[in-house]
């Protein structure tokens, strides 16, 4: 039997008004991964976030967290699940390090704080009032608060916009640890790197429909290779080249071969023979994949247009 999911959203719509926010969204979150949920800018991400933590009921479809109705076992579910909550939700005259010990102490099973105050480089604040931390620090401690519960799920809305670039890689190791002691991550972020890094599984929405969903390894693969040059003598007769699909070989400068129209494994292992079956002298190959970004911008553009 299968175990089941960390989450599990089945045909889940969110109305406000006359706005469809969600129309029929399914996603399933396996144990001991991470998630990456991507969309632009009003796709439905906020509101399937909400629907999943138990702050709205969906207008149709069921949501399942580990096994749960989020709406009614909240009080079940809240030891069991990590919320990184965005700016409201903590007084802001609290302290840094009430905040921390004070959720600590919610936790039959804290984490520990020192590792996690030296992990997130909290030491310097610990004293500061909420309303007083910078915005990175705000959601340096808001990762905090929501992991030191030792939860089996963590929903992270964005947890690194607004980090520089050493609060954001202690970040990333914080994800990657608690995957690694099988915590099951949904992670929502506009920066397609950083899902491409963390991601066991990318599910991309554009106007509260899934579009695109797979490993970032698959969505990658299957949307081929970005450019590939060739170097090798000049002069030769590329019109002989039969390669597969619309793809063909110009010779840019002189010795400079550039492979143009669709590129994929096949075609890029069809240039390669074909300079063998030439006798040419190849000096360089150089290609690029396309990354998740590639890919993000292409479904997301398409239909917009
Ligand atoms: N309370 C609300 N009332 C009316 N419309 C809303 C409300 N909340 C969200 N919407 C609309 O629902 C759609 C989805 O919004 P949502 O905030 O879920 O998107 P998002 O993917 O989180 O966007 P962003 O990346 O900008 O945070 C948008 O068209 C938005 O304008």
């Known amino acids: 039997m299968r175990e089941t999911p960390a989450l599990s959203v089945a045909g889940v ?4 008004g006359e706005t469809t926010a969600l129309d029929g969204v399914d ?19 906020t509101s399937l976030l909400q629907v999943c933590e138990g ?13 749960a109705d989020p709406h009614t076992a909240r009080g079940w579910l809240m030891p069991r699940v990590g919320i990184m909550l965005q700016g409201g939700g903590l007084h802001p005259s609290a302290r840094a390090g009430e905040l921390l010990k004070l959720f600590a102490s919610y936790a039959a099973n804290p984490l520990d704080l020192d590792m996690l105050v030296e992990r997130l480089e909290l030491g310097r604040f610990l004293g500061t009032r909420y309303r007083r931390l910078s915005g990175g620090e705000q959601q340096r401690l808001a990762l905090a608060l929501a992991v030191v519960g030792r939860p089996e799920l963590v929903f992270l809305d964005e947890p690194t916009a607004g ?6 890689r202690a970040t990333w190791d914080i994800i990657r640890a608690l995957r690694h002691d099988g915590v099951s991550v949904l992670l929502t972020t506009h920066l397609l790197d950083e899902a491409e890094k963390l991601a066991d599984d990318v599910v991309i929405i554009r106007r509260g429909e899934v579009i695109a969903t797979g490993t970032p390894q698959q969505l990658t693969a299957a949307a081929g290779i970005e450019s590939l040059h060739v170097d090798a003598d000049p002069g030769l007769a590329v019109a002989t080249a039969a390669l597969p699909g619309d793809a063909a070989i110009t010779e840019e400068i002189p010795g400079r071969y550039t492979v143009t129209g669709r590129v994929d ?10 300079f063998a079956a030439q006798g040419a002298h190849v000096t360089a190959v150089q290609s690029r994949r396309r990354t998740l970004e590639d890919v993000f911008l292409e479904v997301t553009l398409e239909g917009a247009r």
């Open 55 to 67: 702050y709205r009921r969906p207008d149709g479809g069921t949501v399942e967290v580990l096994g």
């Open 163 to 168: 980090m520089d670039a050493q609060a954001r």
């Open 265 to 274: 494994a096949a075609v890029a292992a069809a240039v390669l023979g074909w």
């Open 13 to 16: 719509v969110v109305r406000y």
């Open 27 to 45: 996603l399933r979150l396996e144990r001991g991964t991470v998630l990456s949920l991507l969309g632009p800018n009003g796709a439905g991400k």
